[in-house]
């Protein structure tokens, strides 16, 4: 029996490029760095032997060097070996991270206990056999499994557990398809055959590049990210940690997730009528606001319209969330009309008849315009609408 920490997917030096502020966009790659600690905290309750990270362990072959050293430094510190492959982000192709000197040389100084898989052969530990997988090419033509089908079992030491450690899509369950969104395009598709034949040669199967936890079979378990990258897609979907696995040669594995992540992704979905809804909006997010700013990131899932001064109500909360949380990624629109009141308050101002005639033809527009192909005439309107009611609440009636 052996035990070890099951990871992947951490893509050190993700960009981030949809969060717009530096500073947000520094801390999240930083946590990605912390998470590293995170993981070293495991090692000892869960008695692991070593670590084995599936693949993209950096988020691109050319990470940048303050990167690399400060990878090599966290690993470094974790006191037992950790086996990486390289995966279709981090690839090991000529010319990558793995093969330049100054990797090489902080791999040496800083992180003694770091070993790269770039060969596709057994490597043999004290406690269990490891067959690297690794991607050599961002998009492999053929099967990363496949040299593994060419090995005389035999040969392999008869009472060590067997780990096949590989990243990409298995039959049936492709992450390129399933893992992508508009901040996170699908990854080229390596596919995996983990057929019955070789599976009963194997005693576990350690992958990377779906971002979640799944269970593939009684063997086969993709870890996910240990701080998660995007917004959930489905309620059952889980990242933020790694796989305590307990293993030995002809049974099947024992596999715990220990969580690992600081951050919260959270989702939101909201359809706003009324004031009323927009009070029970704002008593909702009101612990959000009050926590520690800095650990959330939100995706507000958004319909409905609101009149002029409550939708300006709503703009104030957005301000309030944008500077609590990491992100606030907003999908759909609130619209804004003003409700019988704003609208009297307007047409009528008989004090001002320019205003008056204004918002009377914005109004009569508005009306014409209906919605579909109109809608981004529609939001013209409106936000004419809403600006002409702030300027004529700033003048002083006659």
């Known amino acids: ?15 981030y490029a949809r969060v717009h502020d530096p500073d947000k966009r520094a801390r999240l790659r930083q946590e990605r760095i912390a998470m590293i600690g995170r993981i ?16 993209d362990l950096f988020d691109s072959p050319t990470p940048s060097t303050s990167d690399v050293s400060a990878v090599c430094q966290a690993i470094g510190q974790l006191g037992i070996p950790v086996l990486v492959i390289p995966g279709n982000h981090d690839h090991g ?52 499994t496949a040299w593994v089908r060419q090995l005389n079992w035999s040969d392999l030491p008869a ?33 995996l055959e983990l057929d019955d034949r070789l599976l009963e040669q194997l005693d576990y199967v350690a992958l990377g590049d779906w971002h979640g936890l799944k269970q593939v079979n009684a063997r086969s378990w993709y870890s996910g990210t240990p701080e998660p ?65 800095g650990r959330q990131l939100l995706l507000l899932e958004q319909s409905g319209s609101l009149s002029l001064e409550a939708h300006q109500r709503y703009g104030e909360l957005l301000e309030r969330l944008e500077a609590q949380l990491l992100r606030l990624k907003q999908r759909g629109t609130i619209e804004q009309a003003p409700d019988p009141g704003e609208l ?45 009611h702030r300027a004529a609440g700033a003048i002083p009636c006659a």
């Open 1 to 15: 029996m052996v035990s070890f920490l099951h990871s992947a997917d951490w893509q050190i030096g993700k960009p």
């Open 40 to 55: 070293g905290a495991l090692i000892a309750p869960c008695e692991a032997a070593f670590l084995l990270v599936a693949g």
């Open 93 to 144: 192709a000529p010319g990558s991270v793995w093969h330049s000197a100054f990797f090489q040389t902080e791999q040496q100084r800083r992180a003694p206990n770091l070993q790269v898989l770039l060969q596709r052969e057994p490597l043999e530990l004290n406690d269990a056999v490891v067959l690297p997988c690794p991607l050599l090419r961002r998009s492999d033509s053929g099967d990363p």
């Open 159 to 191: 009472g060590k557990p067997r780990i096949l450690l590989a990243h990409g899509s298995v039959h049936g369950f492709a992450a390129a398809d399933l893992d992508a969104d508009d901040d996170n395009p699908g990854s080229a598709n390596n596919r």
């Open 229 to 293: 990258d995007r917004f959930p897609r489905s309620n059952d979907y889980r990242g933020g940690q790694v796989l305590a696995v307990r293993a030995q040669r002809g049974g099947l594995p024992t596999v715990e997730p220990r969580a690992t992540a600081a951050l919260e992704w959270q989702q939101l979905q909201v359809s706003l009528h009324s004031t009323g809804d927009l009070e029970r909006l704002e008593q909702q997010l009101e612990p959000l606001l009050l926590a520690e700013p």
């Open 344 to 388: 009297t308050q307007l047409i009528e101002r008989v004090e001002d008849p320019l205003i008056a005639g204004v918002a009377a033809g914005l109004q009569n527009e508005l009306e014409q315009s209906g919605s579909g192909e109109h809608q981004e005439q529609r939001q013209l309107l409106q936000l004419a609408l809403a600006e002409l």
